[in-house]
């Protein structure tokens, strides 16, 4: 399955038992040699939400939170008959979710909304190492051949958003893993990178913590709009455009949830 073209492999937990899922992570994911994909989801049962997931990247290590993922277990646990709500919610190691699905004509989940929760600010608890109570638009030297200027956005997992231009010349795959594994970020860090159309759009890059440049990140848009907001470049209703499609995010500025609303695709079902 696919959200804006961020794909997972999904197993059902409730009928399937995976005793090693990083070795399977690796495995399948690999594009030339697995099933390919971003990374391997399972679905479980949970004693405290409706399901639980557990997410990990293509490289076996595991994710607290995925906005794209979240997204397509809505669809998967309706469409399979697991639940008949349209309400759900979801056990993850970032705390639980709320998922808001909608159905087409055919009965069909066609879009998700997910509550993200409220965005973590404080650096320690990101975490990073920068010795300031919030990170934002903060001048960073890394790897010393690399700077800009970064601000620093937990949605569970850590980001660093960096607004620049010309995002499409970037070579990402030389910048990315100098950010995500620098000191300064403990557990690594997911990268964005941001190029601003206007106030209620932006276009935006992104290198995942244990995957590489991927087509969209749910949790990274989210990160992006709420950085946007505190430098003053977006609101806190904007359209992100990724390289697999479009994310509407909310920051609502009643109750400080961040709103993810995108779509869910299953692309195929097969057995391995």
């Given at each position: 399955m696919h959200g804006t073209g961020n794909d997972?492999?999904?197993?059902?937990?409730?009928?399937?038992?995976?005793?090693?899922?990083?070795?399977?992570?690796i495995r399948w994911s690999d594009r030339h040699k697995g099933i390919g994909s971003d990374g391997l989801?399972?679905?479980l049962p949970s004693?405290?939400?409706?399901?639980?997931?557990?997410?990990?990247?293509?490289d076996g290590s595991e994710a607290e939170m995925c906005g794209n993922a979240s997204r397509c277990i809505g669809?998967?646990?309706?469409?399979?008959?697991?639940?008949?709500?349209?309400?759900?919610?979801?056990?993850?190691?970032?705390?639980?979710?709320?998922?808001?699905?909608?159905?087409?004509?055919?009965?069909?989940?066609?879009?998700?909304?997910?509550?993200?929760?409220?965005?973590?600010?404080?650096?320690?608890?990101?975490?990073?190492?920068?010795?300031?109570?919030?990170?934002?638009?903060e001048h960073v030297i890394f790897d010393d051949s690399i700077e800009y200027n970064i601000t620093c956005v937990s949605m569970g997992n850590p980001h660093a958003v960096i607004f620049t231009n010309d995002i499409d010349k970037l070579d990402l795959s030389k910048i990315g893993p100098k950010i995500e594994n620098a000191p300064i970020f403990p557990c690594r860090t997911n990268t964005e990178f941001?190029?601003?159309?206007?106030?209620?759009?932006?276009k935006m890059r992104v290198w995942e913590r244990g995957s590489g440049e991927t087509m969209a990140?749910?949790?990274?848009?989210?990160?992006?709009?709420v950085a946007g907001v505190l430098?003053?470049?977006?609101?806190?209703?904007?359209?992100?455009?990724?390289?697999?499609?479009?994310?509407?995010?909310?920051?609502?500025?009643?109750?400080n949830h961040v709103y993810l609303s995108g779509s869910a695709t299953t692309v195929f079902e097969g057995e391995i």
């Open positions: 997972y492999i999904y197993v059902n937990g409730f009928v399937e038992k995976i005793d090693n899922p990083t070795e399977f992570a989801v399972l679905i004693e405290t939400c409706d399901f639980r997931m557990q997410m990990l990247n293509a669809k998967f646990v309706y469409d399979k008959g697991l639940t008949t709500k349209t309400e759900l919610t979801l056990e993850t190691l970032a705390g639980t979710k709320k998922l808001k699905l909608f159905l087409g004509s055919d009965n069909i989940v066609e879009s998700v909304t997910v509550d993200m929760g409220e965005p973590i600010l404080e650096s320690g608890l990101i975490p990073t190492t920068i010795e300031k109570s919030r990170v934002v638009n941001i190029e601003i159309i206007s106030k209620d759009r932006m990140c749910g949790t990274g848009a989210c990160a992006s709009v430098n003053g470049l977006s609101s806190h209703k904007t359209t992100v455009e990724l390289i697999g499609g479009e994310l509407d995010i909310e920051w609502n500025e009643q109750n």
